[in-house]
T-cell receptor, first 113, second 110 residues
Framework: DVKVTQSSRYLVKRTGEKVFLECVQD?????MFWYRQDPGLGLRLIYF???????EKGDIPEGYSVSREKKERFSLILESASTNQTSMYLC????????????FGPGTRLTVT | QKEVEQNSGPLSVPEGAIASLNCTYS??????FFWYRQYSGKSPELIMF????GDKEDGRFTAQLNKASQYVSLLIRDSQPSDSATYLC??????????FGAGTRLTVKP
């Protein structure tokens, strides 16, 4: 079974803090993704990575950055957290073949106060 | 127009009935189609994928794809209370452009 883990299930941070969310997958997948999920808006892609040290912006990259130093690990960084970044953050991974299914981690519910 | 549209529901069916979930998409170049189930407070879980026109069956689940009509559906036969969840439709053309619908909330009543 594919296993995608995220460093925290719940996180509370203050406005202006730098926040790190980490994701690890154990299936040797090339592709990894970060989404946020908000009620009524569905899942929105923040960034994705198709290889180590490679990254591409998704639909809503503003206020976020990412790091992929190792194949199994993909980190999402909120440079200066703001209240509008309060959300559920979901990491996913998929095999290299284009259009293949994505497997999700358990999610991190981030609250910025 | 949203890229992937789903009726938000809630869709309520009695236990044992067939639940029918529908999804339309706007990108005619879409190649891959997925259904995810998401329980409240949990992350999405892949339950079906379909790439070709027609039906694909897996246990109690059947995915139906009609690319000409830009329509994909999910049928759940013999619905159980444990099927109560939000079902997300996802559509993909290439690697990085998977688009999700906002989901349909299904309630199966005992």
């Amino acid at each position: 079974d594919v296993k995608v883990t995220q460093s925290s299930r719940y996180l509370v941070k203050r406005t202006g803090e730098k926040v790190f969310l980490e994701c690890v997958q154990d299936m040797d997948h090339e592709n990894m993704f970060w989404y946020r999920q908000d009620p009524g808006l569905g899942l929105r892609l923040i960034y994705f990575s198709y290889d180590v040290k490679m990254k591409e912006k998704g639909d809503i990259p503003e206020g976020y950055s990412v790091s992929r130093e190792k194949k199994e690990r993909f980190s999402l960084i909120l440079e200066s957290a703001s209240t509008n970044q309060t959300s559920m953050y979901l990491c996913a991974s998929s095999p290299q073949v284009s259009g293949r299914e994505q497997y999700f981690g358990p999610g991190t519910r981030l609250t910025v106060t | 127009q949203k890229e992937v549209e789903q009726n938000s529901g809630p869709l309520s069916v009695p236990e044992g009935a067939i639940a029918s979930l529908n999804c339309t998409y706007s990108d005619r170049g879409s190649q891959s189609f997925f259904w995810y189930r998401q329980y409240s407070g949990k992350s999405p879980e892949l339950i079906m994928f379909i790439y070709s026109n027609g039906d694909k069956e897996d246990g109690r689940f059947t995915a139906q794809l009609n690319k000409a009509s830009q329509y994909v559906s999910l049928l759940i036969r013999d619905s159980q209370p444990s099927d109560s969840a939000t079902y997300l439709c996802a559509v993909s053309r290439t690697l990085n452009d998977m688009r999700f619908g906002a989901g349909t909330r299904l309630t199966v009543k005992p």
